[in-house]
């Protein structure tokens, strides 16, 4: 019964790639977000999702993008990867106006 | 504009200790404050938020945080520290009902519990 879901967990790739990293939740929640963990173990907000639109969009790269199929579901797609990119990519979610987010268990991206 | 500081990036206290972790922010607007934990190889777990109710705030596993709007601080204590407790402590801010739902973590602290 987990309530916030990523795959994969770990996921391995050469620089100049394309991947996807899902995130699903059933919690019911209306608002779902990514978060990037640097290697010093800084989180930083990349977006969030309410209600299938964007809502946030801090300073990311346009090669990340992320789509949302439906309320439960927001996936990020990063296009030509690069070395940077290396991290651990977490999801989230929360009801809009409580702002207590329930986060996944994480996604660690190593780009070669 | 949002900002977390979190003094200490590595905190050692003797199993039995008091626990104490600082955490001050930065905020335009009333803030909504979390603290989340971090085990290894894990996701981040809530541990309390404040939200502009009681200033004294209890969260799970024995900690707590104090909401001091005049010292713009929140600083996580726990009056006996275990060895379960070694992990990453994150202080969070958000604008709350008054704005967007983002999250501005700190650089967060680590826990390290001495037998």
């Known amino acids: 019964d987990t309530a916030v879901s990523q795959t994969p967990k770990y996921l391995v790739t050469q620089m100049g790639n394309d991947k996807s990293i899902k995130c699903e939740q059933n919690l019911g929640h209306d608002t779902m977000y990514w978060y990037k963990q640097d290697s010093k173990k800084f989180l930083k907000i990349m977006f969030s999702?309410?209600?299938?639109?964007?809502?946030i969009n801090e300073t990311v790269p346009n090669r990340f993008s992320p789509k949302s199929p439906d309320k439960a579901h927001l996936n990020l797609h990063i296009n030509s990867l690069e070395l940077g990119d290396s991290a651990v990519y977490f999801c989230?979610?929360?009801?809009?106006?409580?702002?207590?987010?329930?986060f996944g268990p994480g996604t660690r991206l190593t780009v070669t | 504009a949002q900002s977390v500081t979190q003094l200490g990036s590595h905190v050692s206290v003797s199993e039995g200790a008091l626990v104490l972790l600082r955490c001050n922010y930065s905020?335009?607007?009333?803030?909504?404050l979390f603290w989340y934990v971090q085990y290894p190889n894990q996701g981040l777990q809530l541990l309390l938020k404040y939200t502009s109710a009681a200033t004294l705030v209890k969260g799970i596993n024995g900690f707590e945080a104090e909401f001091k709007k005049s010292e713009t601080s929140f600083h996580l204590t726990k009056p006996s520290a275990h060895m379960s407790d070694a992990a990453e402590y994150f202080c969070a801010v958000s604008e709350g009902q008054t704005g967007a739902n983002n999250l501005f973590f700190g650089t967060g602290t680590r826990l390290t519990v001495i037998p």
């Open positions: 999702y309410n209600n299938k639109e964007l809502i």
């Open positions: 905020s335009s607007v009333p803030p909504y």
């Open positions: 989230a979610s929360s009801r809009t106006s409580t702002g207590e987010q329930y």
